[in-house]
């Protein structure tokens, strides 16, 4: 059983919540600096992500948060949490964490009139189609060479993987479908 | 329009989203501005701020288009904006504009004394107020994907907000004891669904996100109702009719983040310089300029 952190500033980390005691693991809100060091592995969760960003930068817990994020830990980030993980991020630019090195583009998909449930095909997850719950979502418009494209939509990468960084533009954690966290959780054994 | 062809998950989706944060009223692009940067999660468009329409008088209808549109294109940040109750005219202009979420709201004059929008009909989610389980309920009947308290909207006056959302709360903790056999008559009483009184009583929670709105004008109020079991917060003329807005919004934006940790909503409170908006006295308040009475 791990204890998962969830960064818990702004957004829907209690759906994550939630997604983690579905697998049985532990999670564990995270607000300050404080809380970091006793996760064995993070989640980013969705939000909005320029609110996420302004609290991280004026309680001074972007610097932990990204020296955790490259501590070798699984990380995923959803959606708000993708655009905190990237290396560059337009539409507008703002600064992010750049520990995953991929451009996203915020609310690529547009407004939430263009919020959309869909099913993809799994990739390396493995099983059957898998849902993907759309809620004003990034549109990664490029990845760099370390990074593995695990899962994409109408030619667009929606999951991503560098190493233990994961980051998904849509919401696993929305859906019953757990594949995405234990995938994620799943490399801590390895 | 069919009905219900966007999923209530995505509807309620966008407000799992917006949980944790603050969302501010604005009537200019300027003032937009000022919340996103400060850290709203969101933005709500009106012509004037309630504390304003409290003292102006005259019809309160959707705001100008013009204005919408100018803070859609500035901001990053989801933009809603509100519209009179049972005005599904009005809501109709806001989905095709395009807003990300409508608020139905008593703080605009009512179109209809009788019957609110039917919500399931829009593809666009709806927020709306309440004082007690049973408004909730009969809201999430029509298809809100958001609940909020009502409060005395531009009052400047927590205790309104309180009342609504503790009355929601014992509402729940009532029917969450009641034996399956009690429930159609509960749902009698509360003038709501039987089926959503029902998942109340099993899931001792709101089937929909429920966030406090109405009266909310310093940190100390945010954390307030955090604290009572809200999950984000609206703040109305609490921000822009203070003496400093930037530092209002950033310090409310921080004790709503923090609410459980007194040390930080401290810090937030410490920050602020300057004059919260003038409040109002209920027991002054003419019970025929209560907003919160309008809608059912």
């Known amino acids: ?89 337009t539409g507008p630019a703002q600064e992010s964490l750049n520990v995953l090195d991929m451009e996203i583009e915020r609310n690529g998909y547009g407004r939430q009139r263009d919020s959309f ?68 959780l799943d490399s801590l054994l390895e | 329009m069919t009905e219900e062809h966007t999923p209530l998950r995505l509807k309620t989706g966008l407000a799992e989203m917006l949980k944790g944060g603050v969302i501010m009223d604005v009537t200019t692009v ?29 019809v309160a209808r959707m705001a100008r288009i013009d204005i919408i549109e100018s803070i859609m294109s500035t901001v990053s940040i989801p933009v809603m904006a509100k519209a009179r109750i049972g005005h599904f005219a009005e809501a109709k202009i806001l989905q095709e504009l395009g807003v990300d979420y409508i608020d139905e709201s008593e703080v605009l004059t009512p179109a209809d004394d009788k019957f609110h929008i039917d919500k399931h009909a829009f593809d666009v989610p709806f927020v709306c107020g ?15 994907a958001m609940i909020r308290t009502k409060g005395e909207a531009g009052s400047g006056n927590i205790i ?65 109702m955090m604290s009572l079991g809200a999950q984000a917060v609206f703040v109305g003329s609490g921000i822009f009719k203070s003496e400093d807005p930037p530092v209002f919004a950033a310090a409310i934006v921080k004790a709503t983040t923090h609410w459980n940790d007194p040390a930080l909503v401290l810090d937030a409170t410490r920050s602020i310089a300057a004059a919260p908006m003038a409040g109002l006295d209920m027991d002054k308040l003419d019970p025929s300029e209560m907003l919160q009475t309008r809608g059912w």
Not at chain 1, 125 to 154: Q, S
Not at chain 2, 130 to 144: F, I, K, T
């Open chain 1, 117 to 184: 449930v869909t099913s993809v095909m799994p990739g390396t997850l493995g099983g059957p189609e898998m849902e993907a719950v759309f809620i004003r979502a990034p549109l990664i418009r490029n990845t760099g060479p370390e990074v593995d494209v695990l899962v994409e939509h109408e030619g667009h990468p929606i999951l991503v993987r560098q190493g233990p960084v994961w980051a998904a533009t849509f919401h696993p954690e929305m859906s019953s479908d757990t594949r995405v966290l234990a995938a994620v």
């Open chain 2, 160 to 224: 309104e907000a309180v009342r609504h959302m503790r009355q929601v709360i014992t509402d729940m903790r009532e029917i969450t004891l009641m034996g399956a056999e009690e429930l159609m008559t509960a749902a009698r009483d509360l003038g709501a669904p039987y089926e959503l009184v029902r998942m109340v009583a099993q899931n001792g929670e709101l089937p929909v996100p429920n966030f406090a709105a109405g009266g909310i004008a310093t940190p100390a109020d945010a954390a307030l």
């Open chain 1, 1 to 89: 059983m791990a204890s998962v952190g969830i960064l818990a500033i702004q957004g829907d980390f209690e759906a994550h919540s939630k997604a983690v005691l579905a697998l049985g693991h532990t999670p564990r809100p995270i607000k300050t600096a404080n809380d970091l060091s006793t996760a064995d592995a993070l989640v980013l969760p969705g939000g909005e992500s320029s609110t996420m960003l302004k609290l991280l930068l004026d309680e001074g817990l972007f610097e932990p948060l990204r020296e955790a994020c490259t501590s070798g830990r699984p990380v995923l980030g959803t959606c708000a949490g993708a655009i905190l993980l990237a290396r560059a991020v």
């Open chain 2, 130 to 144: 309440c004082r007690n389980l049973g408004e909730a309920l009969r809201r999430v009947g029509e298809g809100a």
């Open chain 2, 30 to 58: 300027e003032q937009a501005t000022i919340a996103e940067q400060a850290g709203a999660c969101a933005v709500m468009a009106l012509e004037r701020v309630p504390s304003d329409i409290r003292k102006d008088g005259g």
